[in-house]
């Protein structure tokens, strides 16, 4: 419910889940080379919204990638986390 898609520097998507706000960050693996803007937007994420976010990467080689910054799942895995939440 309450499914909002940003344009700012916020997660790309957020929604409200069982009186939880929970946030997607998707990526295409651009902002690797950025480090800094990197570590500024997981700060963000992680004082914004704690262990509710998630990176979704548009190619499963970037999961990898992305590990060492947070949660990350590749596109085809989106369904499974929020049928866990919906099962918690």
Do not use: C, M
């Not at 929970?22 to 902002?31: D, L, N, S």
């Amino acid at each position: 419910e309450n499914i909002l898609i940003h344009n700012t520097r916020d997660a790309d998507i957020t929604f409200k889940f069982d009186s939880k706000i929970y946030a997607i960050e998707i990526e295409t693996g651009t902002i690797l080379s950025k480090k800094k803007q990197l570590k500024e937007k997981v700060n963000f994420l992680n004082n914004k919204y704690g262990i509710n976010w998630f990176f979704v990467v548009s190619k499963r080689d970037l999961v990898q990638k992305y590990k060492e910054y947070g949660k990350v799942t590749p596109r085809a895995g989106v369904s499974k986390i929020i049928e866990k939440l919906r099962n918690s």
